[in-house]
Nanobody, 124 residues
Framework: QVQLVESGGGSVQAGGSLRLSCTAS????????MAWFRQAPGKEREGVAT???????AYADSVKGRFTISRDNAKNILYMKMDSLETEDSAMYYC??????????????????WGQGTQVAVSS
């Protein structure tokens, strides 16, 4: 069982930046495929970025070039730096994990472990 706790959300103006963190209750992040998802009111949950144990990453087209996913395996923390934020980025952001080997995936059904979310609000 992997427990995940997100932090770092908040309110920011368009064009600003935030860094989200996700701390995992596990000895090391090394074997986990990790991902960030988001869900805005009235919309489906969508994959934003993912990071595999062997360093592969993938991003949703809407955030490419603006968001960067990274991980500190020793500290058990997953990060996502979000730059050039847009109002459309406003959502609840969730951290997710899979403790089995998998290719990079932004499909929510591939991840059995989820955090409670952290809210991001971007104003114009």
């Amino acid at each position: 069982q992997v427990q995940l706790v997100e932090s770092g959300g908040g309110s920011v103006q368009a064009g600003g930046s935030l860094r989200l963190s996700c701390t995992a209750s596990i000895g090391t992040l090394s074997p986990l495929t990790m991902a960030w998802f988001r869900q805005a009111p009235g919309k489906e949950r969508e994959g934003v970025a993912t990071s595999t144990p062997n360093g592969r990453t993938a991003y949703a087209d809407s955030v490419k070039g603006r968001f960067t996913i990274s991980r500190d395996n020793a500290k058990n923390i997953l990060y996502m730096k979000m730059d050039s934020l847009e109002t459309e980025d406003s959502a609840m952001y969730y951290c997710a994990a899979n403790d089995r080997w998998m290719n990079p995936s932004l499909l929510a059904l591939r991840y059995p472990y989820w955090g409670q979310g952290t809210q991001v609000a971007v104003s114009s």
